[in-house]
Each structure stands twice: as C-alpha cells, then as structure tokens.
C-alpha cells in the first residue's frame, strides 16, 4: 500500500490490492493436484526478445508494416459489429490508417471518441480532421464535472482496486456508447508507447513511471511514519543490458501496461464489450522491442520507425495533435468544479491509520489553493476513500 502513495504503483505481478489474494502473472499456468498448487512459467518475454536481438530483416519497414497489418486484421476476427476508439496522437491515427487498408465494409465500423468540452484537452478537431473523406462514423461521448461524483464511486466498486482517476471514467462512457450502438468489439491503441519508447522519460533517463512531470507528483509525507517502515522499496527486475530496454520492459510487465489492461478490461466488460489491443500483439512487441535504440528514438524524434511506417499511409496534410501527458481536467474539475466534493471524500481518511492527519489536511489545503500542478495524489485519496468506505 504505501509504494502506491509514494510512487504510484503497488506489488509485483502475482500481487493484487487485496490481502491474501492473489493473481496468476502473465506467461504462467496454475495447476491444482493433489491438493497442491504449482505454478510453471510458459513464457518467456526476456528470452525470446534476446533471440531477436541480432536477427534483422533486408526491409525492416515492410516487415514491421506486415507485423502491424497482420496485429489489425487478426482482430478484426468477430461475428460481431467492431469498432475502434480515437484520439488525435499518433497511435489512434496509425491505428486509422492500419483499419483503412482491411478490406472491410468501412461504413459499418463506427468510431469513437470521449469529450469534456474543454479545448486544452479535447482532441475532437484532430479526430474530425483524421476522419476526413473516410467512411467511418463518429460517435462523440461527453463527460462533465457534475458526473465524476457518482460514475467515481460505481467505478470503485466496479475496479475493486485503485484505477487511473478522470481518464478511465471518460473511457467508460466510450464502451457505454459501443455497446448502445450494439458495437461489442473495439480496438484501441494502447500499448505503442511502451514498446516504442515513446515517453519523455525514455529520453531523459529519468526513473519516472509518469509521462510530463520533472519530479515527483505523489505526497510521502502524508503517510503514517510507521506505516512507511512496513514498505520495502520496489525494485524492478532488469533482465537487459540497455538501459532503454529495462525501462520499457518495467513498463510492460511492472507499471504501465498491467494497470492500463486492468483498468480497461474491467472497463470494457462493466458495458459487455471485449476490447482488443493491436500494438500488443505479442510478435509485434517482442520484435519492435528487440530493434536497436535508434529505430525507436533517432535525432531526439521518438517511435521514429512508427513515424515513418504511419507516413505511408495517413495525408500528407494532416497535423496531429501533440503528446500530452494529460487526457482530462481532471486539475482543474478537482482544485475546482468539485473542491467541496473533494473535500468530504478525502476528510473521511483523516482517521485512517495510514495517514498524518495534519499533513493530509495541508496538501489537501495547499492543492484546493491553487497549488494544482498535479491530481494524481489527491485522485488516490479520493479513490482509496471510496474503496475503503
């Protein structure tokens, strides 16, 4: 509990929020015999990406293309309608592009996309600009301030676990959309920074798990002293010489993709639709991870070789929106629109024994304001007090 406070991320992959509970890791099968439980690990990401290392293709661009194509395709396998999700980035738009080249019924994938009406935020006039002369439809799903109270708390009780604030509420009003339209397949494009290196920290050589932020965003020092002592500080395998690619493979198989697929996938089956992830597929990331650094960050230009695959595809003309670190006004709704809400769910930990109760009560303080650089430590209160209630 006190690594998800103080660095944003709890336990190991067999770990889960609850005591006593715990969850089959990734490339591992579970056998009950005899009244005994063996684990055996199937997989294996780190040797199979080591195997790939000197092994190189006469077109590295055709053959990573084919990779993209053949990831797109084979999830578009359904008897059921499919649709994808859109932002302005880069990702959504190789993703749109990768989508136009199937030979499909183009009119009968429909697209979405989420709203909150505030244009430092929005990416709807880069969707609309993608969508441009294709056959797609575009369902536009709003969220507002006034509903983060309610659809913040179902959301606690759905996840059962700490989740990644405003975003994933927002992303729950897409697969609510889907499913209305009888859409119960999506496709998105989550996965392509990890596998890339497509976060700032790539580059700076930082320790972040956190895009867009110079240090650190969570508040330690509102946490119990001996509460603290009863935490030992994570530590991240790091099974690769480069440091590149042990950052990537901590956000793989550590931080960013078993939050992000938990998250999402409860998200998606809370409306009854399956979500499908591309960039995930797993001959695309042990391949595109295996390349060397500068097919992934060349003259400070990051997923350099995605760039220039997604260029054979998308208009000349079309400007992309640029990488924010931040999907919502998830600052600005809690240090404003709901200050007092945020209020009484965070004065409920006052008492909790996790927690100084004079420190909480200065941070919370400090952020209501004006002090709102940052929401993920106030998003973690509120979460946790919902959960603990």
């Known amino acids: 509990m006190e690594q998800l406070f103080s660095a944003g991320s709890y336990g190991l992959p067999n770990e889960t929020f609850w005591q ?43 053959y990573i293309t084919n990779l993209l194509l053949k990831a797109v395709n084979f999830r578009f396998r359904a008897d059921v309608p499919v649709g994808f999700n859109l932002s302005g980035g880069l990702d959504s738009s190789t993703l749109l592009a990768l989508i136009d080249q199937q030979h499909i019924d183009k009119s009968a994938v429909e697209a979405f996309t989420f709203v909150t009406n505030d244009e430092r935020y929005d990416e709807i006039i880069w969707v609309k600009s993608m969508l441009k002369n294709r056959d797609f439809h575009l369902n ?21 676990e700490p989740y990644g604030g405003i975003p994933t509420i927002a992303y729950s009003k897409i697969f609510q959309a889907a499913r209305q339209k009888g859409v119960k397949v999506l496709l998105d494009g989550q996965g392509s920074d990890e596998a890339w290196a497509g976060y700032d920290y790539y580059i700076n050589n930082s320790q972040n798990i956190i895009q867009g932020v110079t240090g ?30 042990n950052l990537q493979y901590r956000d793989l198989f550590y931080t960013k993709i078993p939050r992000a697929l938990r998250f999402n996938d409860r998200v998606s089956m809370l409306h009854g639709t399956e ?84 420190q909480l009560e200065l941070e919370l303080d400090s952020f209501l304001n004006g002090n709102n650089q940052s929401s993920f430590h106030i998003w973690q209160w509120i979460n946790t007090a919902q959960i603990v209630k």
């Open 20 to 62: 006593n509970i715990q969850q089959l890791p990734g490339g591992y099968c579970l056998t009950l015999r005899n009244n005994k439980l063996n684990l055996k690990k199937w997989y294996s990401f780190e040797q199979r990406t080591k195997s790939l290392l000197d092994r190189f293709h006469d077109n590295e661009e055709e």
């Open 140 to 160: 536009v799903c709003p969220l507002s301030a006034a509903e983060i109270p309610k659809l913040s708390l179902e959301m606690s009780l759905h996840q059962m």
């Open 216 to 245: 650190s965003p969570f508040k330690s020092n509102v946490l119990d002293a001996d509460f603290v002592k009863k935490s030992d500080k994570m530590v991240y395998e790091k099974p690769f010489e480069e440091n590149l690619l």
């Open 275 to 358: 979500l499908r992830e591309p960039f995930l597929d797993y001959e695309l990331v042990e391949y595109v991870f295996s390349r060397p650094a500068d097919f992934k960050i060349k003259n400070g230009v990051q997923k350099w070789l995605l760039r220039k695959i997604a260029e054979q595809f998308l208009q000349k003309d079309l400007v992309l929106a640029p990488k924010r670190p931040l999907q919502t006004p998830q600052r600005e709704w809690l240090s404003d629109n709901l200050r007092d809400w945020v209020r009484a769910e965070v004065e409920t930990l006052y008492h909790n024994n996790w927690f100084d109760k004079k």
